[in-house]
């Protein structure tokens, strides 16, 4: 069991981060943590659109109920899809 207790060897954010993203003409909020704004950052200059447009089309292919769920989960998609 102590093995469950070991620490992480990297920071992680415990705070969320608020910002809101229009979607579809419409402003909409979300939290993440910095690390996965980073990421998302890095992925939209990679793609050449901005996180706006990142998130919109997420938001309009997502099957999750919620956007921050949906947004966790393509970043970590888009990294392992890397790693292959």
């Known amino acids: 069991?102590?093995?469950?207790?070991?620490?992480l060897d990297f920071p992680v954010s415990k705070r969320s981060t608020k910002r809101s993203i229009k979607i579809a003409d419409h402003k909409t909020s979300?939290?993440?943590e910095k690390e996965f704004w980073?990421?998302?950052?890095?992925?939209a200059v990679?793609?050449?659109v901005s996180v706006g447009a990142l998130v919109a089309a997420m938001d309009a292919n997502?099957?999750?109920a919620n956007l921050s769920s949906a947004?966790?989960?393509?970043?970590?998609?888009?990294?392992?899809?890397?790693?292959r």
């Open 1 to 7: 069991m102590a093995h469950l207790r070991r620490r």
């Open 30 to 32: 979300v939290s993440l």
């Open 38 to 43: 980073d990421c998302l950052r890095e992925i």
């Open 46 to 48: 990679e793609r050449d």
């Open 62 to 64: 997502r099957q999750h």
């Open 71 to 83: 947004i966790r989960i393509f970043v970590i998609q888009f990294y392992r899809d890397q790693l």
